[in-house]
């Protein structure tokens, strides 16, 4: 922590202005620190009389360059200036640290199911009367709280984020899992890994590590400080049976609470508190969110599923399937289908990688259609239930890519799909 009238004098460049860099400047003028100046690769209109005439210069002579999420090293115009500096790069994440005005911190992290484990614990802590701010990639960029020095931090940390911080050290931190994702932002996956790492890397011997059991030999080669915590499958699988909540006892969530239930046991959170808390927990909508029923058809909208790794969880928990598949793949990401073709009745192929799922999926055998978008998959699999003598059937959009080629983002395409799945479904069935 540095004295907030010592980061007063300090000079500082918010690269990047997306919801995250504004968040920032808003930041500075709550905190009346005035030496900053902004730069966008963008739009060079939005705050206009604090961008630098000369970036290159000003990069020289700053204290701090404060990175958005968005930029990476590796694709920004500027990567040449920016690397050369990357000593002084930090986030926003790093300024709540360096002003501390909060009690304890929870971190989590991971390539998959970072968002769904926050909820839960914030919903945890809440039911007990913890006084709690949740934000981070979640959404609500974590200098735009209104943070309390007797509030706990729940943040969501993306591998954008930690990948230049310097000064985080959460009192609990969580990483969930590692798979290949994001290597176009970080170039390699070792550099991907070591971001994801970062989590832990300036914890203290009093703050706790909570690390899957398959990275286990990662955090100690690292020899890093904290307390390490492995959370046990075994020891959530003795209780799972008494969770009163469908969405929370499939087995998509296994990993997820197996962490959260280690957590909790640090935090002297008992059994029946925990469980009497999930009973009211609704799930995050887009991760295998079950939207909608008609007769025996079951419709499930897991279009956060950006990698095959996430799309797998789905997979394996969905029995007779009518898979919509598609999008823009992560880069190196290949699809494994062998011990859940079985679950897989039909795809259908969109977006503008057709090929590259094609070539996967009739490897395996698998019936498919390339029905290019989500109206045409719909109308299709409606026509294709009909046909079929089986009892119970499920409709899943679980993407296994990124939404950019057909939507703005992975909410418009689940919002989309919610849409056309019950227009058409009232209209076929």
């Avoid at 540095?2 to 709550?30: C, D, E, M, Q």
């Avoid at 059994?271 to 927990?281: D, E, G, H």
């Avoid at 698998?366 to 009892?391: E, F, G, H, R």
Wanted: glycine share 4%; aromatic share 12%.
């Amino acid at each position: 922590m540095i004295p907030v009238n010592k980061l007063k004098k300090k000079t500082f460049l918010v690269y990047g202005l997306g919801l995250t860099g504004r968040s920032v400047v808003n930041f500075f003028k709550k905190n009346k620190i005035k030496n900053f100046k902004v730069w966008d690769e963008v739009n060079k209109q939005i705050l206009k009389k604090k961008r630098p005439s000369n970036l290159k210069n000003f990069l020289k002579e700053v204290d701090y360059i404060i990175l958005s999420p968005g930029i990476s090293l590796i694709k920004s115009k500027n990567k040449n200036y920016l690397s050369k500096y990357k000593n002084k790069i930090i986030t926003d994440i790093d300024l709540i640290f360096l002003f501390k005005k909060f009690s304890k911190s929870i971190f989590v992290t991971g390539t998959n199911g970072k968002s769904t484990t926050c909820k839960i614990i914030a919903h945890i802590l809440k039911k007990s009367k913890f006084k709690i701010l949740l934000g981070g990639n979640i959404g609500t960029p974590i200098l735009s709280l209104k943070i309390k020095k007797n509030s706990i931090l729940i943040i969501e940390a993306s591998s954008f984020q930690l990948a230049y911080s310097k000064y985080i050290n959460p009192d609990y931190a969580i990483l969930l899992n590692i798979t290949n994702d994001h290597l176009d932002w970080h170039g390699s996956m070792q550099n991907y890994i070591n971001s994801k790492f970062k989590i832990f890397e300036s914890q203290k011997s009093h703050q706790y590590s909570i690390v899957n059991h398959d990275l286990k030999s990662q955090f100690k080669k690292r020899k890093l400080q904290g307390k390490l915590i492995i959370p046990h499958l075994k020891d959530y699988f003795k209780i799972k049976h008494q969770i009163k909540n469908s969405y929370l006892r499939s087995d998509i969530n296994d990993e997820n609470m197996t962490a959260i239930l280690s957590l909790l046991k640090i935090l002297r959170i008992n059994k029946k508190t925990f469980l009497n808390s999930l009973k009211s927990f609704k799930g995050l909508p887009h991760r295998y969110e079950i939207f909608y029923k008609k007769k025996n058809c079951l419709f499930i909208n897991d279009s956060k599923a950006t990698s095959f790794q996430a799309t797998k969880f789905a997979l394996k928990n969905t029995k007779n399937t009518y898979w919509i598949v598609g999008g823009l793949p992560k880069l190196r990401d290949r699809l494994t289908l062998k011990n859940l073709k079985k679950n897989i009745i039909k795809s259908y192929l969109i977006g503008k990688n057709i090929n590259f799922f094609e070539k996967q999926i009739r490897n395996y055998k698998i019936k498919y259609a390339i029905t290019k978008n989500l109206k045409n998959s719909i109308i299709q699999i409606l026509k294709d239930v009909k046909l079929s003598n089986k009892k119970n059937k499920s409709i899943l959009l679980s993407p296994a890519s990124a939404s950019y080629d057909q939507f703005l983002n992975f909410e418009k395409r689940g919002n989309e799909f919610k849409r056309l799945s019950k227009f058409y479904a009232r209209k076929f069935i």
